[in-house]
């Protein structure tokens, strides 16, 4: 019954995700989607990704839930349209307004803090600032937002900030049995594998 709960909840927060409308939306099976979380822990795990285009802007952004038993993960991958760029990954105020980006996340929030250690790298070798967030029910969860691709700066002779492209994921444990190693190991599988268009 629990399970059946947790599927319905993670669907909704998906579903009435509090980002901005006037985008084309489309449901993409896991398989075809670039946002990946792949490792063992996962096995089993439900979910499929969430495209959102706004052609007026160029952007696209791709949100994934993905759970199973053990772990929920929530993530997205984000495309600014031209001349736009992602500023302030990394910092607690960015990665706290990207997890509340998720309803459920938002309607649940409870506090985050700084990590130890402070960063990890992903499969994909980058290095990301860690965060601990607690929720109503899932303690110790663990988050990054962290910005890559072409730099604001490559195009404003030094003076400009942000990223091109945007990564975040926030992996909770569902089980009390799950340990902090096991919620890294989740957290570290997460990538971008391929081009989304």
Not at 132 to 144: S, V
Not at 165 to 193: M, T
Request: net charge positive; with cysteine.
């Amino acid at each position: 019954m629990l399970k059946i709960i947790y599927f319905a909840l993670f669907k909704l927060a998906l579903l009435l995700s509090s980002v901005s409308h006037a985008a084309e939306e489309e449901i993409i099976s896991y398989d075809k989607c670039v946002l990946k979380i792949e490792t063992n822990l996962m096995t089993g795990a439900q979910g499929n990704c969430t495209a959102r285009r706004y052609k007026s802007k160029g952007t696209r952004n791709l949100y994934l839930v993905r759970h199973n038993n053990e772990f929920v993960v929530f993530s997205h991958y984000l495309q600014a349209g031209p001349g736009l760029f992602f500023t302030g990954s990394g910092h607690e105020k960015k990665v706290t307004e990207r997890a509340k980006v998720w309803n459920y996340i938002k309607d649940n929030f409870i506090s985050i803090e700084k990590h130890n250690p402070r960063t990890t790298r992903l499969s994909n070798d980058m290095k990301v600032i860690l965060y601990e967030i607690n929720l109503a029910k899932e303690k110790g969860c663990l988050a990054f937002v962290q910005g890559f691709g072409a730099g604001a700066s490559d195009f404003s002779n030094g003076a400009g900030s942000g990223n091109s492209k945007e990564l975040g994921a926030i992996v909770c444990p569902l089980v009390a049995s799950s340990d902090s190693q096991s919620v890294l190991e989740v957290l570290q599988s997460v990538q971008v594998n391929g081009t989304f268009r």
